[in-house]
């Protein structure tokens, strides 16, 4: 079974450019949930979906930020305009039920480097 | 509200060293806590978990057990090995269970 996936796994651009970050979860997974860890510090929650419906978007930082899961498969995390301070690592998870003793199962995450 | 806080990296050890991380962590109602491990160039992996007070999570080695009267989940190893390096994240899902909550991650190099 194929795990998370990510893409690009790294992606530099300039201030005031726009990325989009793609995530693929594990197949048959109606929880994807991203995440960012900027240097250094603690991992932290950007949103969660179930399906394509957005459960809880509370970590989500600005309107710089569009998450989308159209068809409720992959999702994708568009960046516009980009900020030095969004560098860091975007990790993307899913599960297959949000309970709270089910693990969840992470992808390798796409560094961003915004210069 | 839910935080975890972990013990600051990086550690280097020596192979065969006994492994302490410590993480202590603050929540509302009855978490699930879970250690979660990220090799060189991979994504985060589970190492062990346990969703319990008293509750005892071992993997590969590891354990970690669930101490609710310290607000606990201090990671150990015996006997480390050079292929232990890694960051090591403690985490905690809150009753929901719909984000986790992580330390700051501890990164671990063994030596030969």
């Known amino acids: 079974e194929a795990g998370v996936t990510q893409f690009p796994s790294h992606s530099v651009i300039e201030k005031g450019q726009t990325v989009t970050l793609r995530c693929d979860p594990i197949?048959?997974?109606?929880?994807l949930y991203w995440y960012r860890r900027v240097m250094g510090k603690e991992i932290k929650f950007l949103l969660h979906f179930v399906k394509e419906s957005k459960q809880d978007e509370s970590g989500m930082p600005n309107n710089r930020f569009l998450a989308e899961r159209t068809g409720g498969t992959y999702s994708t995390l568009k960046v516009q305009p980009a900020e030095l301070e969004d560098s860091g690592v975007y990790f993307c998870?899913?599960?297959?039920?949000?309970?709270?003793?089910?693990?969840?199962?992470f992808g390798p995450g796409t560094r961003l480097t915004v210069t | 509200g839910n935080s975890v806080t972990q013990m600051e990296g990086p550690v280097t050890l020596s192979e065969e060293a006994f492994l302490t991380i410590n993480c202590t962590y603050t929540a509302t109602g009855y978490p699930s806590l879970f250690w979660y491990v990220q090799y060189p160039g991979e994504g985060l992996q589970l190492l062990l978990k346990?969703?319990?007070?008293?509750d005892k999570g071992s993997n590969k080695g590891f354990e970690a057990t669930y101490r609710k009267e310290t607000t606990s989940f201090h990671l150990e190893k015996g006997s480390v090995q050079v292929s232990d390096s890694a960051v090591y994240f403690c985490?905690?899902?809150?009753?929901?269970?719909?984000?986790?909550?992580f330390g700051t991650g501890t990164s671990l190099t063994v030596i030969p």
């Open positions: 197949s048959g997974h109606d929880n």
């Open positions: 346990a969703t319990k007070a008293d």
């Open positions: 985490a905690l899902t809150s009753n929901t269970g719909n984000q986790f909550y």
């Open positions: 998870a899913s599960s297959q039920e949000t309970v709270s003793t089910y693990e969840q199962y």
